[in-house]
Protein backbone atom coordinates (compact mmCIF):
# COMPACT_ATOMS: atom_id res chain seq x y z
CA UNK A 1 0.00 0.00 0.00
CA UNK A 2 2.60 2.28 1.07
CA UNK A 3 4.32 1.86 -2.93
CA UNK A 4 0.72 2.54 -3.95
CA UNK A 5 0.32 5.61 -2.42
CA UNK A 6 4.01 7.11 -3.19
CA UNK A 7 2.85 6.72 -6.61
CA UNK A 8 -0.22 9.18 -6.29
CA UNK A 9 1.48 12.80 -6.80
CA UNK A 10 2.85 11.28 -10.53
CA UNK A 11 -0.93 11.11 -11.47
CA UNK A 12 -1.80 14.28 -9.83
CA UNK A 13 0.40 15.97 -12.26
CA UNK A 14 -1.46 15.03 -14.83
CA UNK A 15 -2.78 18.67 -14.71
CA UNK A 16 0.60 19.81 -15.01
CA UNK A 17 0.86 17.99 -18.30
CA UNK A 18 -2.25 19.72 -19.80
CA UNK A 19 -0.79 23.15 -18.96
CA UNK A 20 2.02 22.05 -21.05
CA UNK A 21 -0.06 21.13 -23.82
CA UNK A 22 -1.89 24.23 -24.43
CA UNK A 23 0.81 26.35 -23.79
CA UNK A 24 2.51 24.19 -27.39
CA UNK A 25 -0.61 24.94 -29.10
CA UNK A 26 -1.46 27.88 -28.47
CA UNK A 27 2.08 29.10 -29.74
CA UNK A 28 1.21 27.05 -32.72
CA UNK A 29 -2.15 28.27 -33.69
CA UNK A 30 -2.41 31.66 -35.32
CA UNK A 31 -5.92 32.19 -34.32
CA UNK A 32 -4.88 31.87 -30.81
CA UNK A 33 -2.06 34.12 -30.98
CA UNK A 34 -4.37 36.99 -33.07
CA UNK A 35 -6.84 36.26 -30.04
CA UNK A 36 -4.37 37.47 -27.51
CA UNK A 37 -2.91 39.93 -29.75
CA UNK A 38 -6.37 41.33 -29.77
CA UNK A 39 -7.03 41.11 -25.95
CA UNK A 40 -3.78 42.20 -24.96
CA UNK A 41 -4.52 45.57 -27.43
CA UNK A 42 -7.35 46.20 -24.51
CA UNK A 43 -5.31 45.27 -21.87
CA UNK A 44 -2.86 48.13 -23.17
CA UNK A 45 -6.05 50.59 -22.86
CA UNK A 46 -7.32 49.58 -19.90
CA UNK A 47 -4.49 50.44 -18.04
CA UNK A 48 -3.48 53.40 -20.38
CA UNK A 49 -7.31 54.88 -19.30
CA UNK A 50 -6.21 57.53 -17.39
CA UNK A 51 -3.42 58.69 -19.71
CA UNK A 52 -5.40 58.08 -22.82
CA UNK A 53 -8.85 59.56 -21.71
CA UNK A 54 -8.06 61.83 -18.35
CA UNK A 55 -10.63 61.93 -15.70
CA UNK A 56 -11.84 65.02 -14.10
CA UNK A 57 -10.57 65.85 -11.01
CA UNK A 58 -12.89 64.78 -8.38
CA UNK A 59 -15.60 63.25 -10.39
CA UNK A 60 -16.08 59.55 -10.93
CA UNK A 61 -13.82 58.34 -13.93
CA UNK A 62 -16.95 56.20 -15.62
CA UNK A 63 -18.71 59.47 -15.70
CA UNK A 64 -18.46 60.35 -19.53
CA UNK A 65 -17.48 64.10 -20.17
CA UNK A 66 -20.19 66.25 -21.71
CA UNK A 67 -19.97 69.85 -23.73
CA UNK A 68 -22.95 70.10 -23.69
CA UNK A 69 -26.84 69.60 -23.56
CA UNK A 70 -27.95 69.50 -27.86
CA UNK A 71 -29.14 66.72 -28.89
CA UNK A 72 -27.92 66.51 -32.08
CA UNK A 73 -24.57 65.18 -32.43
CA UNK A 74 -21.33 66.94 -33.13
CA UNK A 75 -18.91 65.22 -35.14
CA UNK A 76 -15.40 64.58 -34.89
CA UNK A 77 -13.10 67.32 -34.02
CA UNK A 78 -9.14 67.52 -32.69
CA UNK A 79 -10.82 67.88 -29.24
CA UNK A 80 -12.98 65.03 -29.13
CA UNK A 81 -11.41 62.81 -31.95
CA UNK A 82 -14.78 60.50 -32.25
CA UNK A 83 -16.85 63.26 -31.62
CA UNK A 84 -19.81 63.99 -29.33
CA UNK A 85 -22.94 61.62 -28.74
CA UNK A 86 -26.65 62.81 -28.66
CA UNK A 87 -26.75 64.63 -24.81
CA UNK A 88 -23.00 65.98 -26.14
CA UNK A 89 -20.95 63.45 -24.65
CA UNK A 90 -17.16 62.52 -25.07
CA UNK A 91 -17.41 59.41 -27.61
CA UNK A 92 -13.53 58.95 -27.39
CA UNK A 93 -13.51 59.21 -23.42
CA UNK A 94 -16.47 57.02 -23.17
CA UNK A 95 -14.96 54.16 -25.57
CA UNK A 96 -11.54 54.29 -23.64
CA UNK A 97 -13.04 53.62 -20.40
CA UNK A 98 -16.01 51.50 -21.50
CA UNK A 99 -13.32 48.74 -21.95
CA UNK A 100 -12.16 48.84 -18.64
CA UNK A 101 -16.12 48.22 -18.10
CA UNK A 102 -15.89 45.48 -20.08
CA UNK A 103 -13.03 43.65 -18.11
CA UNK A 104 -15.00 44.12 -15.30
CA UNK A 105 -18.09 42.72 -16.65
CA UNK A 106 -16.59 40.21 -18.17
CA UNK A 107 -13.92 38.92 -15.50
CA UNK A 108 -16.59 39.51 -12.40
CA UNK A 109 -19.16 37.86 -14.30
CA UNK A 110 -16.91 34.24 -15.62
CA UNK A 111 -15.72 34.06 -12.15
CA UNK A 112 -18.50 34.52 -9.91
CA UNK A 113 -20.34 32.05 -12.61
CA UNK A 114 -17.34 29.59 -12.42
CA UNK A 115 -17.12 29.96 -8.65
CA UNK A 116 -21.08 29.15 -8.23
CA UNK A 117 -20.81 26.39 -10.72
CA UNK A 118 -17.50 24.72 -9.64
CA UNK A 119 -19.40 24.44 -6.34
CA UNK A 120 -22.88 23.32 -7.67
CA UNK A 121 -21.49 20.90 -10.58
CA UNK A 122 -18.76 19.53 -8.07
CA UNK A 123 -21.35 18.81 -5.13
CA UNK A 124 -23.69 17.03 -7.96
CA UNK A 125 -21.07 14.97 -9.19
CA UNK A 126 -19.14 13.53 -6.22
CA UNK A 127 -22.08 12.59 -3.86
CA UNK A 128 -24.55 11.61 -6.75
CA UNK A 129 -28.07 10.43 -5.70
CA UNK A 130 -30.92 12.85 -4.76
CA UNK A 131 -28.51 15.67 -4.33
CA UNK A 132 -27.72 15.27 -8.07
CA UNK A 133 -31.26 15.11 -9.11
CA UNK A 134 -32.08 18.26 -7.21
CA UNK A 135 -28.86 20.19 -8.01
CA UNK A 136 -28.87 19.10 -11.35
CA UNK A 137 -33.40 20.18 -11.43
CA UNK A 138 -32.11 23.52 -10.48
CA UNK A 139 -29.92 23.91 -13.88
CA UNK A 140 -32.79 22.60 -16.08
CA UNK A 141 -35.07 25.20 -14.84
CA UNK A 142 -31.92 28.02 -15.43
CA UNK A 143 -31.61 26.61 -18.94
CA UNK A 144 -34.95 26.58 -19.83
CA UNK A 145 -35.28 30.44 -19.95
CA UNK A 146 -33.37 32.55 -22.41
CA UNK A 147 -30.61 33.84 -20.85
CA UNK A 148 -31.41 37.93 -21.94
CA UNK A 149 -35.12 37.01 -20.26
CA UNK A 150 -33.40 36.31 -16.80
CA UNK A 151 -30.51 38.59 -16.72
CA UNK A 152 -33.22 41.18 -17.22
CA UNK A 153 -35.34 40.01 -14.39
CA UNK A 154 -32.78 39.82 -11.93
CA UNK A 155 -31.72 43.57 -13.28
CA UNK A 156 -35.43 44.97 -12.87
CA UNK A 157 -35.58 42.83 -9.55
CA UNK A 158 -32.46 43.81 -8.29
CA UNK A 159 -32.03 47.82 -9.83
CA UNK A 160 -30.46 49.57 -12.09
CA UNK A 161 -26.65 49.00 -11.51
CA UNK A 162 -23.75 48.27 -13.46
CA UNK A 163 -23.09 46.15 -9.96
CA UNK A 164 -26.52 44.54 -10.15
CA UNK A 165 -25.52 44.01 -13.72
CA UNK A 166 -22.51 41.80 -13.19
CA UNK A 167 -25.05 39.53 -10.19
CA UNK A 168 -27.54 38.94 -12.53
CA UNK A 169 -24.82 37.70 -15.22
CA UNK A 170 -23.57 35.56 -12.52
CA UNK A 171 -26.91 34.16 -11.36
CA UNK A 172 -27.61 33.54 -15.28
CA UNK A 173 -24.26 31.75 -16.38
CA UNK A 174 -23.62 29.49 -13.86
CA UNK A 175 -25.03 26.63 -14.70
CA UNK A 176 -23.18 25.87 -18.11
CA UNK A 177 -20.06 25.38 -15.90
CA UNK A 178 -22.02 23.48 -12.89
CA UNK A 179 -22.96 20.64 -15.98
CA UNK A 180 -19.20 20.84 -17.22
CA UNK A 181 -17.86 20.25 -14.03
CA UNK A 182 -19.98 17.72 -12.96
CA UNK A 183 -19.42 16.02 -16.14
CA UNK A 184 -15.94 15.54 -14.87
CA UNK A 185 -16.01 14.88 -11.71
CA UNK A 186 -18.43 11.90 -12.69
CA UNK A 187 -15.38 10.84 -15.01
CA UNK A 188 -12.45 11.64 -12.71
CA UNK A 189 -13.56 10.51 -9.15
CA UNK A 190 -13.49 6.78 -10.62
CA UNK A 191 -9.45 6.92 -10.89
CA UNK A 192 -7.16 4.76 -8.70
CA UNK A 193 -5.87 7.94 -7.27
CA UNK A 194 -9.32 9.11 -5.98
CA UNK A 195 -9.90 5.69 -4.39
CA UNK A 196 -6.57 5.79 -2.72
CA UNK A 197 -7.09 9.16 -1.02
CA UNK A 198 -10.23 7.71 -0.11
CA UNK A 199 -8.25 4.47 1.35
CA UNK A 200 -5.67 6.65 3.13
CA UNK A 201 -8.83 8.79 4.94
CA UNK A 202 -8.30 11.91 3.06
CA UNK A 203 -11.93 14.39 3.55
CA UNK A 204 -14.40 14.41 0.78
CA UNK A 205 -13.13 18.30 0.44
CA UNK A 206 -9.32 17.36 -0.14
CA UNK A 207 -10.37 15.32 -2.22
CA UNK A 208 -12.48 17.51 -4.81
CA UNK A 209 -10.11 20.21 -4.04
CA UNK A 210 -6.71 17.87 -4.10
CA UNK A 211 -7.47 15.40 -6.48
CA UNK A 212 -10.57 15.70 -8.62
CA UNK A 213 -11.39 19.31 -9.25
CA UNK A 214 -7.40 19.96 -10.82
CA UNK A 215 -8.06 16.97 -13.72
CA UNK A 216 -11.49 18.02 -14.51
CA UNK A 217 -11.09 21.98 -14.93
CA UNK A 218 -9.85 22.44 -18.40
CA UNK A 219 -13.36 22.32 -20.40
CA UNK A 220 -14.23 25.00 -17.78
CA UNK A 221 -11.53 27.24 -19.27
CA UNK A 222 -12.58 27.20 -22.75
CA UNK A 223 -16.28 28.29 -21.70
CA UNK A 224 -14.77 30.94 -19.88
CA UNK A 225 -12.95 32.53 -22.33
CA UNK A 226 -15.87 31.98 -24.91
CA UNK A 227 -18.18 33.66 -21.97
CA UNK A 228 -16.09 37.09 -21.05
CA UNK A 229 -17.42 38.01 -24.86
CA UNK A 230 -20.95 37.07 -24.60
CA UNK A 231 -21.12 38.83 -21.05
CA UNK A 232 -19.99 41.54 -22.20
CA UNK A 233 -22.50 41.37 -25.30
CA UNK A 234 -25.45 40.77 -22.80
CA UNK A 235 -24.13 43.60 -20.68
CA UNK A 236 -24.50 45.28 -23.84
CA UNK A 237 -27.77 44.59 -24.54
CA UNK A 238 -29.17 45.71 -21.01
CA UNK A 239 -28.01 48.91 -21.28
CA UNK A 240 -29.27 49.77 -24.88
CA UNK A 241 -32.68 48.53 -23.26
CA UNK A 242 -31.82 50.53 -20.41
CA UNK A 243 -31.72 48.77 -17.70
CA UNK A 244 -28.13 48.56 -17.67
CA UNK A 245 -25.21 50.97 -16.80
CA UNK A 246 -26.78 54.54 -15.89
CA UNK A 247 -27.06 57.49 -18.78
CA UNK A 248 -23.61 58.83 -18.98
CA UNK A 249 -21.73 55.58 -17.59
CA UNK A 250 -18.70 54.86 -19.51
CA UNK A 251 -20.21 51.88 -21.38
CA UNK A 252 -20.37 50.86 -25.03
CA UNK A 253 -24.09 49.48 -24.75
CA UNK A 254 -24.78 53.09 -23.62
CA UNK A 255 -23.38 54.77 -26.35
CA UNK A 256 -24.53 52.69 -28.66
CA UNK A 257 -28.10 53.09 -26.57
CA UNK A 258 -27.31 56.99 -27.48
CA UNK A 259 -27.01 56.72 -31.31
CA UNK A 260 -30.23 55.04 -32.12
CA UNK A 261 -32.14 57.99 -33.42
CA UNK A 262 -29.27 58.46 -35.56
CA UNK A 263 -28.45 55.22 -37.16
CA UNK A 264 -30.02 56.72 -40.39
CA UNK A 265 -28.49 60.78 -40.56
CA UNK A 266 -30.69 63.34 -43.18
CA UNK A 267 -32.15 62.70 -46.47
CA UNK A 268 -29.34 64.36 -47.97
CA UNK A 269 -26.23 62.50 -46.07
CA UNK A 270 -27.88 58.84 -44.12
CA UNK A 271 -24.65 58.51 -42.87
CA UNK A 272 -24.25 62.04 -41.03
CA UNK A 273 -23.79 60.65 -37.97
CA UNK A 274 -22.01 56.94 -38.32
CA UNK A 275 -19.40 57.64 -35.71
CA UNK A 276 -22.06 57.79 -33.03
CA UNK A 277 -22.54 53.81 -33.85
CA UNK A 278 -19.30 52.92 -35.66
CA UNK A 279 -16.78 53.51 -32.78
CA UNK A 280 -18.36 52.02 -29.79
CA UNK A 281 -19.41 49.26 -32.51
CA UNK A 282 -16.08 48.57 -33.44
CA UNK A 283 -14.75 48.23 -29.46
CA UNK A 284 -17.08 45.88 -28.87
CA UNK A 285 -17.00 43.85 -32.48
CA UNK A 286 -13.51 43.22 -31.81
CA UNK A 287 -12.65 43.09 -28.02
CA UNK A 288 -15.87 39.66 -28.05
CA UNK A 289 -13.85 38.60 -30.98
CA UNK A 290 -10.82 38.64 -29.34
CA UNK A 291 -11.97 36.16 -26.65
CA UNK A 292 -14.25 34.09 -29.30
CA UNK A 293 -10.87 33.54 -31.31
CA UNK A 294 -8.90 32.66 -27.91
CA UNK A 295 -11.65 30.14 -27.07
CA UNK A 296 -12.52 28.44 -30.38
CA UNK A 297 -8.68 27.91 -30.24
CA UNK A 298 -8.88 26.23 -26.79
CA UNK A 299 -11.77 23.86 -28.04
CA UNK A 300 -9.49 23.11 -30.59
CA UNK A 301 -6.50 22.34 -28.51
CA UNK A 302 -8.22 20.29 -25.70
CA UNK A 303 -9.33 18.54 -28.50
CA UNK A 304 -8.97 14.92 -27.58
CA UNK A 305 -8.65 13.89 -31.56
CA UNK A 306 -6.41 16.66 -31.91
CA UNK A 307 -3.82 14.92 -29.13
CA UNK A 308 -0.49 13.27 -29.66
CA UNK A 309 0.87 12.10 -26.95
Known sequence: MATEIKKVPIRERIWYKELRFMVKRIRESPLSLIGLGIIAFYVVIAILAPYLAPPRPGRDPFEIPRYGYTVTPSPPSPEHPFGLTQGQYDLF???IWGTVTAFRVGLLGVSGSIL????VGAIAGY??????EILMRIVDVVYA??????AMAFVLALGQSLDNVIIALMLVGWATYARLTRA????VKQEDYVEAARAIGSSHLRIL????????IFPVFVVATLDIGSMVLTASALSFLGIGAPLGYADWGQLIALSRNWLIGTPENPFEY???YTYPGLFIFTFVLGWNLLGDAFRDILDPTLRRR
Open 145 to 150: IPGLIL
Open 127 to 132: FGGLVD
Open 274 to 276: WYT
Open 209 to 216: LRHILPNS
Open 184 to 187: GVLQ
Open 93 to 95: YGC
Open 116 to 119: IGLT
